[in-house]
């Protein structure tokens, strides 16, 4: 493998014709540039030049690599301005994968934010829910993961992942607006005992399964499904009602479904996961922190 100063510095003395030319160009001693060229042949392991009466003159060998030395330098001073901007933050991509809820909340804000401060910075955004996204995390199919758990059913979180929190999230209830108890700012679980449920994901049905245990009664689950424009629609057409997170009601659609908090009140835990070293890339840790200061505005903070 060459020394990049040494093909720089090879470089410089084709162009000038000498040593002492190139030393001087260069603000080395003549020593110095010897020293480098005995270095360089050493390293191809052939001589690249040979003395002509008090000049220089390139071997076989030296001119083949005089061929390549432009280019060899360009390219490494393309790959130089590429890292620069990246460590500077005027470019970089960052893979981020999310659950639908934070797809629809948190990604939004922080793409704007970055989009206005760091135009150069693109995250590509892929949505999947844990413990898939932390495992693509783990693989290295993506930089970051938003991923959630609810107490008693933690995160399975790879040793190799580091959280940032984010934020702790209400769980609501989903009514129709002319429901009995829409009236009221927090509804009672044990008080819906009696009503038809559309369950959402595997995560969040066994926590809802879990909750409505604690409060003596199984519910009688109508349908599932873990598109939450699906369940507000299900909602608003007395299908049945539905338990969510506080997130969702960020973007309710349907003007007849409102949401209630429910008691005894229960959260799930939302955070950012990355590879420890991912931690040290500017871009990881830049997306991390607008992560958390939109996560700061949103609920539970």
């Not at 050493?42 to 001589?47: F, I």
């Not at 769980?171 to 002319?178: A, D, F, Q, R, S």
Request: net charge neutral; charged share 20%.
């Amino acid at each position: 493998m060459f020394d990049s100063r040494y093909i720089r510095t090879f470089h410089e003395v084709v162009r000038t014709g000498s040593y002492s030319a190139a030393a001087r160009s260069l603000g080395y001693t003549q020593p110095a540039v010897s020293q480098q060229m005995k270095a360089l042949e050493r390293d191809v392991g052939t001589p690249l030049f040979t003395r002509v009466g008090r000049g220089i003159r390139l071997t076989e060998a030296g001119e083949a690599l005089t061929r390549h030395a432009g280019t060899i330098l360009d390219s490494l001073s393309a790959a130089q301005q590429q890292i620069d901007a990246i460590a500077r933050l005027r470019s970089g991509r960052v893979r981020v994968c999310a659950f639908p809820s934070a797809c629809a909340t948190l990604i939004p804000e922080t793409m704007a934010a970055l989009a206005a401060e760091h135009p150069g910075i693109r995250i590509e955004l892929t949505e999947s829910e844990p413990p898939e996204s932390l495992r693509l995390v783990a693989r290295g199919d993506c930089d970051i993961a938003l991923a959630f758990s609810y107490p008693g059913h933690t995160a399975e979180v790879p040793d190799e992942l580091a959280e940032v929190p984010l934020l702790e999230d209400p769980l609501t209830v989903l009514l129709p607006t002319g429901h009995p108890l829409a009236r009221r700012r927090a509804v009672r679980l044990a008080d819906l005992a009696g009503e038809r449920w559309i369950a959402g994901c595997l995560r969040c049905r066994a926590n809802f399964l879990h909750a409505c245990a604690e409060e003596g009664f199984a519910p009688d689950i109508a349908c599932t499904t873990d598109d939450n424009l699906v369940m507000q629609s299900l909602v608003a057409s007395g299908v049945g009602i539905a338990m969510v997170p506080q997130l969702v009601l960020s973007f309710l659609c349907h003007s007849k479904v409102t949401g209630r908090i429910v008691e005894p009140h229960t959260r799930r835990r939302v955070g950012a996961y990355a590879l420890r070293e991912q931690l040290r890339i500017p871009a990881t840790a830049l997306v991390l922190d607008r992560l958390v200061a939109v996560a700061g505005r949103k609920v539970g903070c």
